[in-house]
Each structure stands twice: as C-alpha cells, then as structure tokens.
C-alpha cells in the first residue's frame, strides 16, 4: 500500500510514539505529530529542517519493506548472502553473523541499474528487431503473392499455345502451384503470428519494467522475472524459394514440369540491431522496401467478364506520380470527386453547385444546382454517365440527365450519406437514422430496396452510429467497401452482405496519426484505396484487407477519391480546394 494514499491512523509519530502522524521532515525524513515539531527543532539546531504535510513529503522518500519475520520492523539493510532483507532484530541475531550486508538503498540503485539496462536493450535493440523483422517476413509474404501469381500466369500463358487436351494438365499444375503456395504462406503466417506475440509480450514487458521504475516500492523490484535471454534469441528466419516452370517440348501428358521447392528456415538468419532511429517513419529501409514491393492480386473484373477475358494484371510503380493539377474555385473546401470519363471529372464542395471540369485543360464546363438548394454530400456517376447526389436535409438520393434533375429515392427517418453505382446498375446507400443510433447499407433497382446491410452474424452493428462521413464503393468481386470516420477503419463485406474483414490503418502511420478514412475507391486490379485526412496519405490495400503501400504525392487533407478506366487516381483536397491526378499503376 503507498503510504501517500493509506490512512493516517496507521502511521505513528517517531518521537511520542502515540498520537497520528500529521507532519513529516524531509531533511531528517521523520514522521512527526504536530505536538513534536518544535521538540524535533530543539534536539538539533544544525540542521535546517523542512516540516511539511504528510501528504506532502517527498516522493523520493524510500519506502522500505517489513520483515517478514518480526512484523511491522522496517528492513534497512540487505543480506546478499542469504538474498533477503533484514530488520535491525535480524542484525542482532546470529543469523546473518559474518554475512555482507548491504544498505537497502545500495541494492535499490542496483536493482534499478539493472533494469534500465534491461529496459533499454528491450526498448533499442530487441523490440526494433523483432519489428524489422515483421517487416521481412510480410516482404517475403508478398514477394511470395508476386511471385507465385507470375507462375500461374506464365502456366496460363504457355497453356493457351495448346488444344483442350492439355487443359487438364494445366488445372492440375495451377492446382499445384496454389497448394505450394498457400502451404508455404500458411508457415510464414504462422511464423509470423508467433513473432508479433513475442512483440507484444516485450511490450508488455516494457510496460511493466515502467511501473516498477515509476514504483517507490522496493519490493516490486524482487517481482520482476529475468526474461532477457529468451527474447535475446531471436526466432529463425523462413527462407522462401520459389519452384521453377520448365516447359518441355515431349508428348502432350509431358509438356509441362513444377519442381516443389519447400520452404526453409535458418536459426541464425536475424541479427541483433543496435538502434532504434531506422524504425522511424520514411527512415526504415525495411518499411521503404515493403511499401514500394508491389503485389499481383489476380481477380476477374465483372465488367471483363462479360466479355470472357480478365483485366490485364497491373503492378505498382515504385513511386506514383502526379500527372495533372485542376483548381477547383470551390470557397472554403472540396470534398467529393466522380470521374465522368477520362477526360471529365464531377465535383461537389461547400456549396449548392456540383461542377463538371474539364482533366486535360483544367477548364469548367457545367455546373448543377441541387433541387432543393441545400448542399450535396456525395456525388457518383452512374454507367451511363448520368450524375447521382444525396441530399441528406431532403432526405433524398437524386439523378441528374440531361441537366433536368429527377428525385429517385425519398426516404422516411433516414438520411442518406455516401453513394454509389454498382456494376449491375444497382445504387448502394449509406445512411443513418433521425436519432443518430444506426446506420445501414441499402441497395436500390432504381427506387426499389432490394437489400439492407446493417448487422454482423452475431448481430452486431457492422458500422458506426452518429453522423459521421461514411464513403461506399463497390469492389470488382462485388464486395461493398466503406470507409467508416467513426469506426477509424474500412468495412467490408461480400455482396451477400456478410463482413469479410475490417482494415483500421497499417503502422507506422506516416505522421503517427490516428487513421481516419475518408473517401474510398477500387481498380481493376480490386484494390481498395481510402484517403486518410489525419496523415495526408491515400492507402492501398488488396482485396482481402492487406496494406500493400501508401501514396503521397504532397496530399493536403486528401478527401474524395475516384478512378478512371485507366486506373488513374483522382484525390479531391480538402486543404486547398484542388483535384490531383495520380498515375499508381503501371
């Protein structure tokens, strides 16, 4: 119990023994009642003493345990012999006769230079290295994604020069690959959740080693386990290797060849780091590696589909770049962003105006008043470039052909929110309720409800309640993504409605700020992309929720987001009203 919080009638004054202490002297460190002060600066006139509050006395003051063996006396000195503290009765026994003994205030600072050391190897060297080493392990993983989607792809390839009767043995080689594949991935998996368990518990560790040292407790110095050497042997390091394609010009059941390359791991493949500064963010060559590491993800586009064929695979450039800058002319703020065309792109602000601008002159070429003259608060574009924008104070979602405005959706203690057009020609709606406690995704055949989106499997709210900016987008496999502020993360569930996973930012976060996402997209490749406002950062992730890198290209507060059929990126900046193009993909 800490004397500065336990009750005063506990404690006695060490002169009359008998009545509660109510005052302390921080020179002498002695309790004191009030009636002997003045006896305490009568028996030396040498010091200066300073009488304080009990309450009040120094923090530093050190608070020595009890003996375990005669009650309430107080252990001043320590046996290193025997490893115990001892009471003066203790002294004067023969039991500890001819034994070094220590003052316990030597064996504190000790103890305490020993966890420092502890605490600083732990903070600067072990901790960081078990982080790069995350690092490694997930550039392995996705260098595994890449590299096994190009196998597949060279099968696939070199499959097609052939007649359907080696289209079985094409199935089984892909077939192959993919067991290889989510074999070895499954191990690094593993691996890694067992490195970022040990992660946590050196955090943990770090934590508690900072209680103790915050502690005037001498006897939570005892209570601290030495673990060093068990983190000090680091975890050994997974090897991956790749199988290799050989095509072989014999008989059509031989034309192909995948020789298994399992993966291998190596004890001694990690070494120690000695400092922490590269684990700062933009400074990291592990975390520089991991972000610019692009990653095939091979998903059939439903619009391709339809036509037999999927969308050419793209990669990430190792740096995006800017292509073009459009100023809006918007007065205080720019928010949303719905691409027309490849050469015309819709904006909404802070106004009642949605304007239509021109990407290549960076001219205006229309502007749309809302019906009702309220502001918009999101816009999209439907296939047939008919513009679409909710009105939440009217409680409508409405379309705009032919520049005659048409009320397709009124609702009834709903407001809507974000929207979006779904590759079938559907509407996905987000909204929440009058009393600010719901909020749902509805699908819409022009103003018929089809579908409602709102609760997990356990019945759980899937998103945030209140009235939050909430973005919705449609994935290429029909996954409905949106970008939820009030969750801090991006929801996703398939196109039945059921949560494939939740994405609540990647660390480092490039300024160490909170991730709150904003505006949300796909490609073609179905990555996800949301603006994060706190960071200044557009993130990528795959379809199935892994962070894949971040865009910068000097973002100020990126806001909406919106892509072409190039797989341009389109940011509208919150900060200074401006459209950027960013070119991500090659």
């Not at 001819?98 to 205030?105: A, E, S, T």
């Not at 976060?509 to 490749?525: H, L, M, V, Y």
Request: some cysteine; glycine content about 4%.
């Amino acid at each position: 119990m800490d004397p500065s919080t336990s009750a005063q009638d506990m404690m006695r004054c060490d002169l009359c023994e008998t009545a509660v202490v109510q005052m302390h002297c921080d020179t002498c460190l002695v309790n004191l009642c009030k009636a002997c002060v003045g006896e305490h600066f009568s028996a030396d006139f040498s010091n200066h003493h300073k009488i304080v509050d009990f309450k009040d006395r120094k923090k530093s003051t050190l608070i020595c345990p009890r003996c375990t063996s005669h009650g309430e006396e107080t252990c001043e000195m320590y046996c290193t012999q025997c490893g115990i503290p001892v009471c003066s009765i203790c002294l004067a026994s023969d039991q500890h006769l001819g034994h070094k003994l220590v003052r316990m205030q030597e064996i504190r600072d000790e103890k305490r230079d020993k966890l420092i050391k502890k605490q600083t190897e732990l903070k600067e060297t072990i901790y960081p290295t078990y982080q790069d080493i995350v690092y490694d392990v997930q550039s392995k993983m996705s260098q595994l994604e890449k590299e096994y989607g190009d196998l597949s792809t060279a099968i696939t390839k070199h499959g097609e020069d052939w007649h359907r009767e080696i289209d079985k043995l094409v199935k089984k080689l892909k077939a192959e690959v993919d067991e290889m594949k989510n074999t070895q991935l499954q191990t690094l998996q593993k691996h890694l959740a067992e490195i970022k368990t040990k992660i946590c518990d050196i955090k943990d560790e770090i934590k508690s080693i900072d209680s103790v040292l915050d502690s005037t407790h001498i006897s939570s110095l005892f209570s601290v386990p030495s673990t060093l050497h068990e983190y000090r042997k680091l975890p050994r390091k997974i090897i991956v290797s790749f199988p290799k394609f050989t095509l072989k010009k014999l008989q059509a059941d031989q034309l192909f060849s995948l020789k298994t390359i399992p993966l291998k791991s190596d004890e001694h493949g990690y070494s120690m780091k000695t400092t922490q500064k590269s684990l700062k963010a933009g400074s990291s060559p592990l975390v520089k590696q991991l972000l610019d590491e692009p990653e095939t993800v091979n998903t059939i586009d439903t619009r391709y589909s339809k036509a037999g064929s999927s969308p050419p695979v793209k990669q990430l450039l190792d740096e995006p770049e800017t292509v073009t800058t459009i100023d809006t002319g918007y007065k205080d703020y720019l928010y949303s962003v719905a691409c027309l065309s490849d050469e015309e792109i819709w904006t909404r602000g802070d106004d009642n105006i949605m304007k239509l601008y021109s990407i290549n002159q960076g001219s205006l070429l229309k502007s749309i008043t809302t019906k009702s003259g309220n502001i918009p608060i999101d816009i999209a574009v439907t296939e047939s470039g008919d513009l679409v924008y909710t009105d939440c104070d009217d409680r409508t979602v409405n379309t705009v052909k032919n520049e005659k405005t048409e009320e397709v959706i009124r609702l009834q203690n709903w407001k809507p929110l974000s929207v979006c057009c779904t590759s079938s020609g559907d509407l996905l709606v987000i909204m929440y309720s009058d009393n600010y406690k719901q909020t749902k995704v509805v699908r819409y055949s022009g103003s018929t409800e089809k579908q409602t989106i709102q609760f997990d499997d356990k019945g759980k709210p899937l998103y945030s309640s209140g009235r939050y900016n909430r973005y919705i987008t449609e994935n290429r496999n029909l996954d409905i993504c949106v970008s939820d502020y009030g969750a801090s993360a991006v929801v996703v569930v398939n196109q039945a409605g059921k949560l494939r996973f939740r994405y609540t930012g990647h660390t480092p976060a490039p300024k160490n700020e909170p991730f709150s996402p904003r505006g949300i997209t796909t490609d073609s490749q179905s990555h996800i992309l949301t603006a994060d406002i706190n960071n200044d950062y557009v993130h990528i992730i795959d379809q199935d929720g892994q962070f894949l890198r971040y865009i910068d290209c000097g973002l100020s507060y990126p806001w909406g987001l919106c892509t072409d059929t190039n797989d341009n990126l389109f940011v509208a900046q919150c900060g200074n009203r401006q459209v950027k193009k960013i070119k991500y993909l090659q």
